[in-house]
Every structure is written in C-alpha cells, then in structure tokens.
C-alpha cells in the first residue's frame, strides 16, 4: 500500500465532529459477533518433485448420476493455456515453474471440489450445473484488508463478514484486489508472523457464504521458503499465499464477464531502498513476461460473447507493458483496483474504480479508520445486468451515507443534499438536521439496487454563515451520519480591520505529489466572486494576492476560472494569511489530520490538490480534486 492515513492538527474540536460519526464499531478491536477461525484443508505445490512433461486430464459435468465431458473450458498452469475438447479432454504441457493446474469457471457452472489442484501427469474437474441464473447479480469488491495479528484488523474483517452474508439479495461472490495481508514489502516479517496473518484472513473469510476470489499484493508476500525461491525467481515470496489461497494467476467466468486476476509484484532483488540506514530488497511492479504471455492467451480463450474485467493491485495500463494493445484486442471494459486506499472511479484508456479500503488504518486508532479522501472504510457493491455495471461504496457498520457534497463543500443560496439508506426496513426514512436539535424529513427520490435514495432542500441563506454541522439518521434505528459544510453566501459583518494576504504554488514539487502541472493558458484568481489577479500560463511559480479587509467576508471562496476548455493544474494548500495566523479550506486541514496522524507532523505538507478539469489529472492519495476553497474566519477566535 502506498499509505496509512489519519487525523491530528487545526480546528481540532470541528474535525472530531466530522470523523466521530463515520467510525463503526470494527474500529474498536471486538467484533460484534465473534467467529472462530475457520481453517480448511487446501492443495498444496509438490515441492521438489520433478514437472510432468505432460498433463492429461477431463473436465466433467455431473448431473443426474451422469457423467459428460464439458467442451471449451479452459485449463491453464499459469503460464500457458488449452481448452478441453468435445469429450471435455485436454492435454498441457506445463512451463517449468508451474505449481499448479487449474480451471477457469464457466459461466453457468460451478466447480466440485477444487478449482485448482497440484502438477500430476493426469488431474481431472468436475462441475455441476449453477442454481443461480448469471444475467443479474450483485457482487462486491473489497480491497486492502491489511489483515495481520492486529485484534483490530480480525474484529473489522469478522464484521465485514457478517455484513456481506446478511446483504439481500446475496452477492454471488467477492473480489479482494489486494494487500491482503499488512507483510512488509521488503520481506522482512518472520514466515511465522506469515501464517499468523494468512491464518486470521482465511480464517474468517472461510465464514463467507459465498466464493472469494482473491489478488495477490505486495503486502500479501512472505519470506517463506526462500531457499527455494530466492530472490530474482519469479515466484519468489508466493509460496505461503500459494498454500493458502492458490494460484496468484487465474480467470472465472460469471456471466457475461470474464474475470481475470493478474498479480504485478516480482522480488526479482532490482529495486533496492534505504530504510532507516539499511538498505532493503522491494518488489519490481511489473508484470513480467511469462505472465503477459498468459494473460494474452487467457484472454483470447475466453468464451463467446464475454468482456474483460481485471483485478490487480494497481492499474494495469502504469503496470503491465502491452496491456492497452492487449485491452483493445479483447475488449477489456474495466479494472477493479486497490492500494491508494481512496473511493475513485478514473476515466482512462482502460477505466480503472478503486475501491477504497476495508481497513481504514487498522493498526493506528489515531486515524478514525478514514481513508485519505476521507471516505470511511467500507467496500463496493456492483450489480451486473447482463453488460451493464453500477456501483456504490458502503463504508463498513454503516447503512446511511451522504452521497452528495464533499466534506467542506460551500452552500450558497437553495442547496440540495442526497443521502441513501442501505436495505432499508419497512417504513424506515432518513431525516436530517441543521442546528442538532429540529430534525427534518427527507424525500425519498429513487430506489437503486439494495438501497433507497432521499433528498433534502435547504435554503442555505436562512442559516449562519461559517461552518454547518449537518446530521442525518435513521427514523427506525439509532444510526447517525454526519458531515461539516460552509455556508458562504458573502452575508454577515467581519469586524476586522486588517487586510489578508492569500497564498499558494502552482506547479511545483511536493512530497507524494504524482501530477505537477502548470496550467496551459491563462487563469482567473476569484475571491468572493472578484477577480483578484491572474496565473502565468505554463508558469512554476509561487503567488500572492493581497485581499483587502472590506473585501473580507465571515466565510470566503476562493476560487479559478480557467480560459481554455479542458485545462487543469496542481496547487499547493491555499493559505488566507490574517492577524498572523493561517487559514486553510476544512477538508484541506482534514487530510492533513489523517496524515499527520499515521505519519506524524512531516506529512502535513505531503500532497496537494488539482483544479480545473477532474479527467485530466487522476487523483492520487496525497491529491485531491478540488477547485473552489473556503476560508472561515471564525477559526481564528
């Protein structure tokens, strides 16, 4: 994972306010209904036993006592790929390194027994007929679990669980793109803490009542059996994740989609980093060629009719050399991703949606369990009508989210704000409050898949200018959500006396920062709706704008008005710089909570933001998009 997230610094008293209410309970370290570990029998590598020249084998469909070989069901060691004949034979020839063999599902079966098997000179499948139809379904995707020895980890993954076992209707199965486990990188966790964590994880996913299909990450890598697999092997560090969960590389048909999972971390002993005075071997996150070469032939065997989805760590078009051509070629439609711990959906020559992250920050309580754009942490829900996806993020322990305006936002004059309820009860209604004590009816507005959707009007110019609390809560349980606006309709004397100074950098290098641009033509500096000055077109440079105390307002705006259609740009934290004191935007000073809280005060400055056009720079953990600020001068009492 490229991060760790948490809370800390300005305004301390206004963000608790905002994080208290979006911490379920996993975060405690005691699930509410504990599970034992369940650990399962699974097949293992013949290690040291010579690779069969050849495997022979049949795949075959049991119903009604009869047994009948299954055409066009592909068989792969995770190197090569063939397809079984009309009497459901195949014959492989597997690569050296192969460790297992195994079958992709087809849709509309279901595999008896194990879907993979050790190398033997013959390995035999059964299937049986699904009982559920494939042309609509919901399945969920979860991603960075982080599962270690951690109580905390164990209890969140326990309540998570439960929660998917009791959604209704069922999803059919889940996706884990990876880090599961929280193993360091450079393998230098003890193979015994290894089975320790790999343990708990399957432990309580065994629980699930439905199959899980899993991503191997680079935080799922162990230092087990390096003897064998020693540093520059290409299956260096995947013994352990092999004995529990099995191949690292495979596929499984559902519908009209072809799932592929692709595991893009190599310990191949290239890529050496110096940590505390020592330096430390980490992976090469690259898919290497023998692994391209199947991911090409797993593809081209998929059944008729179907579409790609990929599962991987990270995007696939920065991590695997050829995957655009080989996304054109077979229709590669979307990738379920992980890692940077944030709740997007990114618009790119092969779209990628990540997916948050179940853990939050288990392992330091100072992060209130937030990911590092401030979404609780929680997991996709999809459903799937026959080529069509949707999807919604549901933070864990919590059936109500608020859906519409970022933490922060500015209101100004008739807002409306969207909150949906997750499976709700009969008669059960969202209401909302401004003040904390008058609560409000919203308007049901529409019933998406597993949840309904309501609405709230509120004429924002009745309210105070500054900071809003803004609550909303079930009308049957005792579930309430919250979240901080400003109101800054530019009403309300300041009292000050003292003109302000503005300040920022746009373009320049910070730490963490993915994208450093400046913006191609020229660009309007708006404060409180007046145009305060102008940004140097194709210009790294730092800036300051003096505003004037009758221009000073009880909540001020800050805000670009680009003149080239399409353009965008980094920028540092805006600062509003008055009676020697430093005003920054709520939701500025709310990741830098979360930061500052996993990595102490010198994350702080770590990152910054990207205005303008949100398709032309992708979001990063340590940027955000955002283009209009707030300054409230309240926070200076």
């Given at each position: 994972?490229?991060l760790?997230?948490?809370?800390g610094?300005?305004?301390?008293?206004f963000?608790?306010a905002?994080?208290?209410?979006?911490?379920?309970a996993a975060a405690?370290g005691t699930?509410s209904?504990?599970l034992?570990?369940?650990?399962?029998?699974?097949?293992k590598?013949?290690?040291?036993?010579?690779?069969p020249?050849?495997i022979?084998?049949r795949?075959?469909l049991r119903a009604?006592?009869?047994?009948t070989?299954v055409?066009g069901v592909?068989v792969?060691?995770?190197?090569s790929?063939v397809?079984?004949d009309?009497?459901?034979?195949?014959?492989l020839s597997?690569h050296?390194s192969a460790?297992?063999?195994?079958?992709?599902?087809p849709?509309g079966?279901?595999?008896?027994?194990n879907?993979y098997?050790?190398?033997?000179?013959?390995v035999?499948f059964?299937?049986k007929?699904?009982?559920?139809?494939e042309r609509e379904?919901?399945?969920?995707?979860?991603?960075?679990t982080h599962?270690?020895?951690?109580?905390?980890s164990?209890?969140?993954?326990t309540?998570?669980?439960h929660?998917?076992n009791?959604l209704s209707p069922?999803p059919?199965?889940?996706?884990n793109?990876g880090?599961?486990?929280n193993?360091?990188?450079?393998?230098?966790t003890?193979?015994?803490s290894?089975?320790?964590?790999?343990r708990?994880?399957?432990g309580i996913?065994?629980?699930?009542t439905?199959p899980c299909?899993n991503?191997?990450?680079?935080?799922t890598?162990s230092?087990?059996?390096?003897?064998?697999?020693?540093r520059?092997?290409?299956?260096?560090?995947?013994?352990?994740y092999?004995?529990?969960l099995?191949?690292?590389f495979?596929?499984f048909?559902?519908?009209k989609i072809?799932?592929?999972s692709?595991?893009?971390?190599?310990?191949?002993?290239?890529?050496?980093n110096?940590?505390?005075?020592k330096?430390l071997e980490y992976?090469?996150l690259?898919?290497q060629p023998?692994?391209?070469?199947w991911?090409r032939?797993?593809?081209?065997h998929r059944?008729?009719g179907?579409?790609v989805v990929?599962t991987?760590e990270?995007?696939l078009?920065?991590?695997?050399p050829g995957?655009?051509?080989?996304?054109q070629?077979h229709?590669?439609?979307?990738?379920?991703?992980?890692?940077?711990?944030?709740?997007?959906h990114?618009?790119?020559p092969?779209?990628y949606?990540?997916g948050g992250?179940?853990a939050?920050?288990?392992?330091n309580p100072?992060?209130?369990?937030?990911?590092?754009?401030?979404?609780?942490q929680g997991y996709l829900?999809?459903r799937v009508?026959?080529e069509?996806?949707?999807?919604f993020y549901?933070?864990?322990?919590?059936r109500i989210?608020?859906?519409?305006h970022?933490?922060?936002?500015?209101?100004?004059g008739?807002?409306?704000?969207w909150?949906?309820?997750v499976?709700?009860?009969p008669?059960e209604?969202?209401?909302?409050?401004v003040?904390?004590t008058?609560?409000?009816?919203m308007?049901?507005?529409g019933?998406p898949f597993?949840r309904?959707?309501f609405?709230?009007?509120?004429d924002s110019?009745?309210l105070?200018?500054?900071?809003?609390?803004?609550?909303?809560?079930?009308?049957?349980t005792?579930e309430?959500?919250s979240?901080?606006f400003v109101?800054?309709?530019?009403?309300g004397?300041?009292?000050?006396?003292?003109?302000?100074?503005?300040?920022?950098?746009?373009?320049?290098?910070t730490?963490?920062?993915?994208?450093r641009k400046?913006?191609?033509?020229?660009?309007?500096?708006?404060?409180?709706g007046?145009?305060?000055?102008?940004?140097?077109?194709?210009?790294?440079?730092?800036?300051s704008?003096p505003?004037k105390a009758?221009?000073l307002?009880?909540?001020?705006?800050?805000?670009?008005r680009f003149?080239?259609t399409?353009?965008a740009?980094?920028?540092?934290?805006p600062?509003?710089k008055?009676?020697?004191?430093?005003l920054?935007?709520?939701?500025?000073t709310a990741l830098?909570q979360?930061?500052?809280g996993?990595?102490g005060n010198?994350?702080?400055d770590?990152g910054s933001?990207?205005a303008?056009?949100?398709?032309?720079l992708?979001?990063?953990?340590?940027?955000?998009?955002?283009s209009?600020?707030?300054?409230?001068?309240s926070?200076?009492k």
């Amino acid at each position: 994972m490229r991060l760790a997230l948490c809370l800390g610094c300005i305004a301390i008293s206004f963000l608790l306010a905002l994080v208290s209410n979006l911490i379920p309970a996993a975060a405690e370290g005691t699930p509410s209904n504990p599970l034992p570990l369940l650990i399962k029998k699974t097949p293992k590598p013949n290690y040291g036993v010579p690779v069969p020249q050849m495997i022979t084998g049949r795949v075959a469909l049991r119903a009604d006592q009869v047994i009948t070989g299954v055409k066009g069901v592909s068989v792969t060691d995770g190197y090569s790929v063939v397809k079984t004949d009309a009497q459901g034979a195949y014959k492989l020839s597997p690569h050296p390194s192969a460790v297992f063999i195994n079958i992709t599902r087809p849709a509309g079966y279901d595999i008896r027994g194990n879907w993979y098997k050790p190398l033997a000179a013959e390995v035999d499948f059964e299937l049986k007929r699904a009982a559920n139809d494939e042309r609509e379904y919901l399945f969920v995707h979860v991603t960075d679990t982080h599962i270690s020895t951690n109580p905390r980890s164990v209890a969140g993954l326990t309540d998570f669980v439960h929660e998917v076992n009791a959604l209704s209707p069922k999803p059919r199965f889940i996706v884990n793109s990876g880090d599961l486990l929280n193993l360091h990188k450079a393998l230098v966790t003890s193979p015994a803490s290894g089975h320790a964590s790999f343990r708990n994880y399957v432990g309580i996913m065994n629980h699930l009542t439905m199959p899980c299909y899993n991503v191997a990450g680079d935080h799922t890598d162990s230092s087990y059996r390096l003897n064998e697999f020693p540093r520059g092997d290409h299956r260096c560090a995947k013994p352990m994740y092999w004995e529990y969960l099995g191949p690292h590389f495979f596929s499984f048909e559902y519908g009209k989609i072809h799932f592929m999972s692709v595991d893009y971390g190599y310990h191949l002993g290239q890529i050496q980093n110096l940590v505390n005075g020592k330096k430390l071997e980490y992976p090469t996150l690259e898919v290497q060629p023998v692994h391209i070469k199947w991911m090409r032939q797993d593809m081209a065997h998929r059944s008729r009719g179907t579409f790609v989805v990929t599962t991987s760590e990270a995007d696939l078009g920065q991590h695997c050399p050829g995957f655009l051509e080989m996304a054109q070629q077979h229709d590669v439609r979307l990738q379920l991703v992980g890692d940077d711990h944030v709740v997007a959906h990114k618009r790119r020559p092969v779209p990628y949606r990540t997916g948050g992250a179940l853990a939050g920050c288990w392992w330091n309580p100072k992060a209130q369990q937030l990911c590092p754009d401030l979404s609780p942490q929680g997991y996709l829900i999809y459903r799937v009508k026959g080529e069509q996806m949707e999807a919604f993020y549901k933070g864990l322990g919590q059936r109500i989210g608020i859906v519409s305006h970022r933490v922060g936002a500015a209101w100004k004059g008739d807002v409306e704000v969207w909150a949906h309820l997750v499976q709700p009860q009969p008669d059960e209604r969202l209401e909302y409050t401004v003040n904390g004590t008058d609560w409000k009816p919203m308007q049901k507005i529409g019933q998406p898949f597993l949840r309904t959707l309501f609405a709230a009007t509120i004429d924002s110019t009745s309210l105070p200018e500054g900071h809003l609390h803004f609550q909303v809560r079930s009308s049957a349980t005792s579930e309430v959500r919250s979240r901080k606006f400003v109101v800054a309709n530019g009403s309300g004397p300041t009292g000050f006396k003292e003109d302000a100074l503005l300040t920022f950098s746009v373009g320049k290098a910070t730490s963490n920062t993915k994208n450093r641009k400046a913006p191609n033509d020229k660009v309007e500096v708006v404060f409180n709706g007046k145009m305060i000055g102008q940004l140097t077109p194709k210009s790294i440079k730092a800036y300051s704008f003096p505003i004037k105390a009758a221009d000073l307002g009880i909540a001020n705006t800050l805000s670009f008005r680009f003149s080239e259609t399409g353009d965008a740009m980094s920028l540092s934290s805006p600062l509003l710089k008055l009676q020697g004191k430093e005003l920054r935007d709520p939701r500025d000073t709310a990741l830098r909570q979360v930061r500052t809280g996993h990595w102490g005060n010198t994350a702080a400055d770590w990152g910054s933001f990207l205005a303008g056009n949100p398709d032309a720079l992708d979001e990063t953990p340590f940027q955000r998009h955002q283009s209009r600020f707030c300054f409230v001068l309240s926070d200076l009492k």
